[in-house]
């Protein structure tokens, strides 16, 4: 009988302390993986490190709702187009330089966060007052541009260190007839040591652009001349030519001079495409044709270019100002 009421007894206890543990079990808070917000510091390094990343993020986010605001339209991420030679073109990413008075280069037109202009080659262009400029020097080692261009053409930039070297601008709009204008001073010729910098680089105005492998462009080479061409299908064809500046060396343009360049592309009535290039070489508002030509069906040149395209600007190994860019329709 004692031995019956002992395990009565302890019967009881045994279950109690087995709720007891139980339920202990049951309410222990769980294990969290977050950083720690306790008032207490801490000196842990991964803890710092992930409060680094948020405040990085949330400024980032804060530049670019910034932008977006002035530029009423989503920041995209950019693509850089870059020519393996002067005309052939891979692309790379790159994140946006958040600045107001600079486009970036983009892959495509849609891309562009500018309304009026398109940079599809040469990374930066500036908008200071009156005056734009391509990028001028070389760009800083850190930059994502230099190490865009590195990757993809090292030999015609500089290790990327000057992706102006290949230089596009490009109107949002198309045009069918169109007459550009504008005034262009070279702040230097960049002798690299590329095989594809030779006597036909030049300052080009670009008219029917289709793509890069088909449009027409007019303008000044740095063996001195004044030229009209047309690239078709990849080829280059030139419709026109005439030495306008002479001397030695490897570019006879004149340097830290405004120089006036015009061209008109326009539809004839009977079928063909002509192209005109004028000059203001003193800068004194003195415009001389000095080129013209009607673009046909002909074997050895292909056919004239009659779709509408964009308009635009070129330039090779060369940083550039401009000002006074004007393009309109010449027919009203």
């Known amino acids: 009988m004692k031995r019956t009421r002992s395990f009565v007894v302890i019967l009881p206890l045994l279950i109690f302390f087995f709720l007891l543990t139980a339920a202990g079990m049951f309410f222990k808070a769980p294990r969290s993986n977050s950083v720690s917000h306790s008032a207490a510091p801490s000196n842990k390094p991964v803890e710092e490190g992930v409060k680094s990343q948020v405040s990085t993020a949330e400024e980032s986010q804060i530049k670019k ?11 995209p991420i950019q693509q850089v187009p870059v020519a393996k030679q002067p005309e052939a073109a891979s692309t790379v990413s790159v994140v946006p330089i958040l600045r107001a008075n ?33 990028n001028t020097g070389t760009l800083p080692e850190a930059s994502p ?34 007459e550009e204008k504008m005034y262009v001073r070279i702040l230097s010729y960049n002798e690299t040591p590329s095989p594809n910098r030779n006597d036909s680089n030049g300052i080009f105005l670009l008219g029917r652009y289709q793509s890069e492998a088909t449009l027409y462009l007019a303008g000044i080479r740095v063996d001195g001349a004044a030229v009209i061409k047309k690239k078709l299908n990849g080829k280059y064809y030139t419709l026109a030519y005439k030495p306008e500046w002479s001397g030695t060396g490897e570019n006879l343009l004149p340097q830290n001079s405004w120089i006036g360049i015009m061209s008109r592309v326009e539809d004839t009535d009977n079928g063909t495409v002509r192209i005109t290039l004028s000059l203001d070489k003193e800068n004194k508002g003195e415009w001389v044709q000095v080129l013209t030509i009607e673009d046909s069906e002909k074997s050895d040149t292909g056919s004239p270019i009659l779709e509408s395209g964009h308009a635009g600007i070129r330039s090779d190994f060369m940083d550039l100002e401009f000002r006074q860019m004007v393009f309109s329709d010449p027919g009203g």
């Not at 102006?164 to 490009?170: A, C, T, Y």
């Open 102 to 134: 600079v486009i970036e280069e983009t892959e495509i037109e849609e891309k562009s966060v500018n309304s009026m202009w398109w940079l599809n080659s040469g990374a930066l262009f500036e908008i200071d007052g009156d005056i734009v400029r391509t």
């Open 145 to 178: 541009w230099r190490r865009a261009y590195s990757s993809t053409n090292p030999i015609d930039t500089d290790q990327g260190y000057r992706p102006q070297n290949l230089f596009r601008l490009l109107t949002r709009d198309t045009w069918k007839n169109v």
């Open 65 to 75: 709702t910034a932008l977006a605001k002035i530029t009423n339209q989503q920041i």
